[in-house]
C-alpha cells in the first residue's frame, strides 16, 4: 500500500449510465421506477436523480464523443421488491431473473437502453 498519496477517495459522488435516448430513459425511470430527476442537462442530454441518503444516479447522452455503452451492476434499493417486481411487470418490462442470497433479495430486468439494472431489498441484520 503506497502511504504517501497526494489524494485520498473518499467515496462515490455518483453512479450511472450512457443511454441512446436520453428523454426516452428519463420518461423510463420517471414512468417505470418513479423517479423525478434532480436535475436535468440542457438540450436533453440526460439527468441527474438525488436519493434520500445522498447517493446519486445519472443518465447520460455523450453525444458522438461518448458513444453509448451498455452498462450493469447497478443496484436499486426498494422498500418493497414485491411490489417494485409487480409494477415493473406491469410496465412490459422483462425480469430476467429473481435471487435470493442470505443477506438479499434481487430481481434484474433492463432499462429502455438496455441497460441492466437490479432491484434490491436487503434483508434484515441478523444478530
Known sequence: MVSDRAFKITGID???YMVK???RAIAFYRDV????PTSEYPGGMGAEYEFPDGSTFGLWH???????QR??????AVDD???AVAAVKAAGCKIEMEYESPIC????TEDSEGNQLILHKR???QA
Do not use: C, T
Request: proline residues 9%; negative net charge; without cysteine.
Open 14 to 16: 455518483l453512479s450511472g
Open 21 to 23: 435516448d436520453a428523454p
Open 33 to 36: 421506477l418513479g423517479l423525478e
Open 62 to 68: 455523450g453525444g458522438d464523443d461518448m458513444p453509448w
Open 71 to 76: 452498462g450493469n451492476g447497478l443496484l436499486f
Open 81 to 83: 421488491l414485491g411490489a
Open 105 to 108: 433479495f434481487m430481481a434484474m
Open 123 to 125: 434483508k434484515p441484520a
